[in-house]
């Protein structure tokens, strides 16, 4: 009976293994879904200087459309290593008071006439869709005549957000493979490659870093407090490290003279 019992157990155990490795798989595929097009981001919001420049980025690139209602000028400053002023000279452009929020002065309902859809707040788009997805999107605007703006995106089909950042991009046509479904009459396209029809103002390198830049500003307002947070739980498993080995010799002090 407790062999059977083991082995169900097992048999219980490696189905969960197999369970677990089939939905991270699935997880994987579901983020290459669109055509492979979900890229790392590879950001690191310890880099101050990136943060610098991707909040340089956001206010002079996004917040035209875009607000960052939960995050406070002054918060920016002092997390971004900025003074007062340089925070009202570079990045304060719909603000009147140091701690206002990143508001933005368009009307919901002229930009739902505008864009058919007000545009999102950013705040916490980078906590809601994950840094990856942001990165990806923003690099994978491609031209297509059909749509009103001229430009359609791989990652997000049939949005309304123009391509605001054709200048320093330029323009890409999306590239595809065909398979022919002689049984159905069909052909089933997949998506190879972006190609450059019209370069921008950015080498590909400098546009790939000017994006990284922004995500990488978009990832710390989702969680200004999350650099406090990890060195906080650095010291605080460091502490319990030295609880513990402090413990498991006084444990073995007490116990050495029982047998």
Same mark, same amino acid.
């Given at each position: 009976?407790?062999?059977?019992?083991?082995?169900?157990?097992?048999?219980?155990?490696?189905?969960?293994?197999?369970?677990?490795?089939?939905?991270?798989?699935?997880?994987?595929?579901?983020?290459?879904?669109?055509?492979?097009?979900?890229?790392?981001?590879?950001?690191?919001?310890?880099?101050?200087?990136?943060?610098?420049?991707?909040?340089?980025?956001?206010?002079?690139?996004?917040?035209?459309?875009?607000?960052?209602?939960?995050?406070?000028?002054?918060?920016?400053?002092?997390?971004?290593?900025?003074?007062?002023?340089?925070?009202?000279?570079?990045?304060?452009?719909?603000?009147?008071?140091?701690?206002?929020?990143?508001?933005?002065?368009?009307?919901?309902?002229?930009?739902?006439?505008?864009?058919?859809?007000?545009?999102?707040?950013?705040?916490?788009?980078?906590?809601?869709?994950?840094?990856?997805?942001?990165?990806?999107?923003?690099?994978?605007?491609?031209?297509?005549?059909?749509?009103?703006?001229?430009?359609?995106? $791989? #990652?997000? @089909? *049939?949005?309304?957000? /123009?391509?605001?950042?054709? !200048?320093?991009?330029?323009?890409?046509?999306?590239?595809? %493979?065909?398979?022919?479904?002689?049984?159905?009459?069909?052909?089933?396209?997949?998506?190879?490659?972006?190609? $450059? #029809?019209? @370069? *921008?103002?950015?080498? /590909?390198?400098?546009?790939? !870093?000017?994006?990284?830049?922004?995500?990488?500003?978009? %990832?710390?307002?989702?969680?200004?407090?999350?650099?406090?947070?990890?060195?906080?739980?650095?010291?605080?498993?460091?502490?319990?490290?030295?609880?513990?080995?402090?413990?498991?010799?006084?444990?073995?002090?007490?116990?050495?003279?029982?047998?």
């Amino acid at each position: 009976m407790r062999t059977d019992k083991k082995k169900r157990l097992a048999d219980s155990g490696w189905r969960i293994v197999l369970a677990l490795t089939a939905l991270v798989a699935g997880a994987a595929a579901a983020s290459e879904a669109p055509g492979g097009v979900i890229k790392p981001a590879h950001n690191d919001i310890t880099n101050l200087a990136s943060l610098q420049r991707g909040a340089r980025n956001f206010v002079n690139y996004c917040m035209g459309c875009h607000s960052a209602r939960y995050v406070r000028y002054s918060r920016l400053g002092t997390d971004l290593g900025l003074s007062e002023q340089q925070v009202i000279d570079n990045l304060m452009f719909t603000g009147e008071r140091i701690h206002d929020t990143m508001r933005i002065n368009m009307r919901p309902e002229d930009a739902a006439r505008w864009f058919g859809t007000p545009p999102p707040d950013l705040s916490l788009i980078a906590r809601s869709r994950g840094t990856d997805y942001i990165y990806s999107f923003l690099k994978s605007f491609y031209v297509d005549p059909s749509r009103p703006n001229g430009v359609n995106n $791989l #990652v997000l @089909p *049939g949005t309304a957000m /123009p391509h605001v950042l054709w !200048e320093r991009q330029g323009l890409q046509e999306a590239v595809y %493979d065909g398979e022919s479904d002689a049984e159905h009459n069909v052909v089933h396209k997949r998506f190879k490659e972006f190609q $450059l #029809v019209q @370069p *921008g103002g950015d080498t /590909p390198k400098e546009f790939d !870093e000017f994006v990284r830049d922004t995500v990488n500003f978009l %990832d710390y307002i989702g969680e200004p407090m999350q650099l406090e947070r990890r060195s906080i739980g650095l010291r605080v498993l460091a502490f319990l490290l030295v609880f513990f080995l402090f413990a498991y010799f006084l444990k073995k002090e007490y116990w050495k003279d029982v047998k």
